[in-house]
């Protein structure tokens, strides 16, 4: 039982601590894209994930167009079909726990929705978005 715990503790923090030092080595780089930068922003970050653009291959699309608006719930790729697992991390215990995972993806997403990275301040706030939906 107390092996259990420990571990649940662990699990625990080692989810936070990554998120933690996530956001705050963004919230550095946002700084100097914005010297007036104060905090990241769950409704920007909203209008962010729901917005439609046309992306990579030609089409109107949003980051819920592959991950759904109840983050929650798995959703299916909206190119492949093929089923994603749940973005948030009270939904799936295995979201945002690898920082190099979270900065390969966003990137490769912002392009597929965007046609470009996204700058610090928008990954900033749409990672807010997600772990507070
Ligand atoms: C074309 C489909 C598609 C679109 C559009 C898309 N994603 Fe993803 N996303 C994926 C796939 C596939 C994965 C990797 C598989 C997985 O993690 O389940 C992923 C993974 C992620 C992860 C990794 C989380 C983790 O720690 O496991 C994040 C964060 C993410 N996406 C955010 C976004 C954001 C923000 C947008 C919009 C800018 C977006 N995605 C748009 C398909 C998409």
């Known amino acids: 039982m107390k ?16 998120i933690d030092d996530f956001l705050s080595s963004l919230k550095q780089e946002a700084i100097k ?3 007036s930068f104060k905090e990241f922003d769950y409704k ?3 209008e962010l994930f729901l917005s439609k653009h046309i ?9 819920a ?6 983050l929650n719930k798995s959703n299916q790729n909206y190119f492949t079909g093929k089923t994603i697992d749940a973005l948030s991390p009270k ?8 920082k190099a995972d979270i900065e390969k993806w966003l990137k490769r997403n912002f392009n597929d ?3 470009r990275e996204g700058t610090a301040i928008e990954k900033g706030d749409v990672v807010t ?5």
Not at 55 to 63: A, F, Q, V
């Open 3 to 18: 092996i259990v715990i420990v571990a649940c503790l662990l699990a625990s923090l080692g989810f936070s601590s990554v």
């Open 33 to 35: 894209e914005n010297p």
């Open 44 to 46: 920007r970050g909203e």
């Open 55 to 63: 992306g990579k291959k030609g089409e109107l699309i949003s980051c």
């Open 65 to 70: 167009s592959c991950h759904g608006t109840d």
């Open 91 to 98: 939904a799936n215990q295995k979201r945002f726990t690898d």
């Open 113 to 115: 929705v965007y046609n």
């Open 129 to 133: 978005y997600i772990i507070n939906k």
